[in-house]
């Protein structure tokens, strides 16, 4: 199987289609430079099963685990992370030397960051009309609205894990009640839903390629991420680790991804931090 072009044309799909196109690991592999995938039909986690495989000491790298349906996936600081079956979940397996990982037990906002850029440019060249924009720290919106969600980690072995999910397919109306006006999905935006193949083989270059760049020069990704930016110029309040509460102008980030903050205290640059309050975080569905 070839992958589509990014402009051929594509089927029409219901606002509410939450079905799966199949997936063909081999034309994955071949369109996205990747030494292996995985295609599962349903997972707990793709993240833990590529915690898992990035484990093995003699396993192919890179390499994505992808899945269908995810019983219970999960985002940054415990939340859960919901998006109809059908939608992009991968979990993407690179070396830390590929991302420029000198501090291989530490995660920088950068990695997250050149993930959310080459995912909403991406997604601007596959679709143009969602106007996708990045949220620092992890976060695409379109409308105001989450389009997708990025989740990165390190792993034993000096491994890190890039996971990556973009709801391609069904609604936010079937989303639970808390999230729905949080939520949004592309055929809500567009009225169809995107081939996951036509998303892998477009954003897995681009986010390889714009690691590689930003490793050698950060400014590369500052001037990519400015364009992009959902926050700058909007007054934000960032819940930080120890329970406080920042609030200021957005300045963009600066050169270690860290967000820059106009506060009456003066300009504060967080490297960590949340832009949800801890008290609107969704868990997950109940057991």
Known sequence: MSLPRPDAPRPRAAAGDAAAEPLDR??????????????LAEVTSTMERARSLAAEPGVGLPLAVLADRQT??????GAGWWQAPGSLAMSLVVDAARVGGVDRARVTPLWSLACGVALAESLALLEPSVGARVRWPNDVVAGGRKLA????????GGRVIFGVGVNTTGSAADAPESLRGRVGTLPDITGRSLPRAQVLGVFVPRLFSLIGETSRDPGVLLERYRPLCSLVGTV????????????????GIDADGALVLDTAAGMVHLVSGSLTDPADVWRGAPA
Request: hydrophobic fraction near 40%; charge should be positive; glycine fraction near 16%.
């Open 149 to 156: 969600g990025i989740l990165v980690e390190t792993a034993p």
């Open 26 to 39: 081999g034309a994955v592999e071949r369109a996205t430079g990747l030494a292996s995938v995985e295609v």
């Open 236 to 251: 934000v309040t960032v819940h930080r680790d120890d329970g406080h509460r920042l609030v200021g102008v957005c300045h």
């Open 72 to 77: 219970a996936g999960r985002g940054r600081r």
